[in-house]
C-alpha cells in the first residue's frame, strides 16, 4: 500500500492524528532496523543462517517479534507488509491500560511509555516524540486510567533517541520531574546527537541540581520504589535497561524493562564495537533473568513485547486470569537468546562485508 493510501484510510477528524501525519515524509525514525545493507551472499555464510536458526529455537512461538532482528543479518527475511514507524505513528493510539497494580501503559502503537506508580508519584519510563504526542497520548492517557500526571516526579529514558525523549520538554516544563539518562547518554545529547527527526522535540539539558547522570548498578528510589539500572549498551552507548518490581494482588514479580532493541547502526566504522556491546550486554542479562527470576520482560517498543495485544486480552477478561505479561523466566532468557543469536548473526554478515 502506497503512503498517501495508507494515510488516506488512517484519517480521521482528530487533530493530534493530523499533526502526527503531517511528519510522515520525513524519513524512518531511529529504532526501525536497518535493512538491506547486506548481500544475499553475505545472509547465506553457515555461520550466519546457524545464528538465525538458533534465534529461531529460541523464539518458539510465543516470542516471534524479536526475530525482527534477523532481517538484517539476512534481508531476505524481511516482511514487506510490516508498517514503518511512520505508519505506526500515524495510527490512532491505542487505549492506555495498566498491566499491573503498579505498572500503567500509555504510548503509542510506535513507542511506548510507561507509568510506575509509586507511594510517592510516579516515574514514568520515556516520554515519546514530541509535545504533540506527550500532551495528547501521554497526558490525556494517564488521566483516562486514573493518573494523575501532576505527581511525575521524575522521567528516566532509555536512552538518547527522539523517540523516548522528545516529549521530556513538555512535561517538564508543566510539572517540574527530575530527567534521568545515563551519564554516557547525556553526554552524547550535549555533543552531537546520533540522530535527529524533524518531528522530535528538542533533546533536553541536564540539570545537575535534579537531573541524573546514571551509572551501570545505581539504583533510582522514589517512595516505596527501587529501580535498578543496568547499562545495555549497544542500541546507543549508553542505552539504559531497568530492573524493578511489580505487583498484582499479593504477587509480586521482577521485570525486566530492555532499554534499545533495534541493531540501527546502519554501516558506521563503529558498528563493530556496538554489535560486540549488544552481544555481551543480551548475554548478562539472560544469565540475570534466570538468577532474579524475572518473569515479565516489556520492551519500549510494543511492536516487540506485544505490550498492546495484551492489555487488550487483560481487558476482555470478565474476572482477573493470568496476566500476559507473566511470561516466566525462561521466556525472558529466551527473548535475550533470540536478540543476541540475531545479533551475533549481523557481526558475522558484517566482518564479511568488504565496503
Ligand atoms: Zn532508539
Redesign the pocket.
Known sequence: MKIFDFLKNTANNDSTQFNRRKFINFGCA??FTTVGLISKAQAQIPEVQKHLNAARVAAGKDLLPYLKLAEVADPALRDPKSLTPQQLMALPAPPPGKAFDNLYFVGSKWVSCWAITTSDGIILIDAMDNDDEAEHIIEKGMREIGLDPAQIKMIVVT?A?G??YGGVGYLKRRYGPGIHFSEIDWQMMSTQLEFDRPYWGRPPKRDPSKDLALRNGDVIQLGNTKIEVMLTPG??VGTISLLFDVHQGQKTYRTFLWG?T?F?FGMRPERMSRIQSYIDATDKARQIALQQNIEVFISNHNGYDEAVEKLATIRAQSQVGKNPFVIGAQATYRALTVMHECATATQIAWQNTKS
Open positions: 531511529c529504532c536512552h533517541h523517540d523516548h542500541h546507543t534499545g533495534a540501527n
